[in-house]
């Protein structure tokens, strides 16, 4: 499946570096996401974009920062992570109109925090 | 803001068996309720999903029922097989287009 792509697909970082995770949607949609899935807390749902504008942020720590150039790509940049922030990162993608519709989801991105 | 309880968190059937899961929901809003599919090591897939105007919906051996009054929701599944094994995420949404989900079921197909 091609409709949403992410990279990397694993990435081990320090909690000194800085990282970005890619995300490019091929669907023609206009509203992208971004969620954490751990063991703990599966699916916890961080940033969304709609029409490029950042509508929602879960009270998601600074050291996560969105940034979602266009309707097609979505970032989210790591800097001083922390242990804990180890999970699975997919984002996912959705013609959001009026209402909810399905939202497609990407490989996710596992990051592991040393 | 919307809470969704997903039971059980884990569930082990033998083949042939049928499999359901609940899921229950905190607002009244919601409108869309979608049920994922999560192979292990894969992305999270939608395999069916219901909106508030319709009780019932089914797609070969799976089915989805709404009680908006009780606002519960409930995935079957009949004729268990093992490619079922997976973990299942249901899921609700409002006109805010942003998707609430609960916390999964892992469910096991015995052959």
């Known amino acids: 499946e091609t409709g949403v792509t992410q990279t990397p697909r694993h990435l081990v970082m320090g909690m000194t570096n800085k990282k970005s995770l890619k995300c490019e949607q091929h669907?023609?949609?206009?509203?992208m996401y971004w969620y954490k899935q751990s063991a703990k807390k599966p699916l916890e749902l961080m940033f969304v974009?709609?029409?490029?504008?950042?509508?929602e942020n879960n009270s998601v720590p600074s050291r996560f920062s969105p940034e979602c150039p266009n309707s097609s790509h979505l970032f989210l940049h790591l800097h001083t992570l922390q242990p804990e922030d180890s999970a699975l990162y997919l984002c996912?993608?959705?013609?959001?109109?009026?209402?909810?519709?399905?939202?497609?989801f990407g490989p996710g991105t596992r990051l592991t925090v040393t | 803001g919307e809470n969704v309880e997903q039971h059980p968190s884990t569930l082990s059937v033998q083949e042939g068996d049928s499999a359901v899961i609940k899921c229950t929901y905190s607002?009244?809003?919601?409108?869309?309720f979608p049920w994922y599919k999560q192979e292990l090591g894969k992305r999270p897939q939608l395999i069916i999903d219901?909106?508030?105007?319709?009780g019932e919906k089914k797609d070969q051996r799976i089915a989805v029922t709404l009680n908006k009054t009780a606002k519960h929701f409930s995935l079957h599944i009949t004729e268990t097989q093992p490619e079922d094994s997976a973990v299942y995420f249901c899921?609700?949404?409002?006109?805010?287009?942003?998707?609430?989900f609960g916390k999964g079921t892992k469910l096991s197909v015995k052959p």
């Open positions: 669907l023609g949609h206009n509203a």
């Open positions: 974009y709609n029409f490029k504008e950042q509508t």
């Open positions: 899921a609700c949404g409002g006109s805010q287009g942003n998707l609430i």
């Open positions: 607002d009244s809003a919601s409108n869309y």
């Open positions: 996912a993608s959705s013609q959001a109109q009026t209402g909810t519709y399905e939202q497609y």
């Open positions: 219901i909106r508030s105007n319709v």
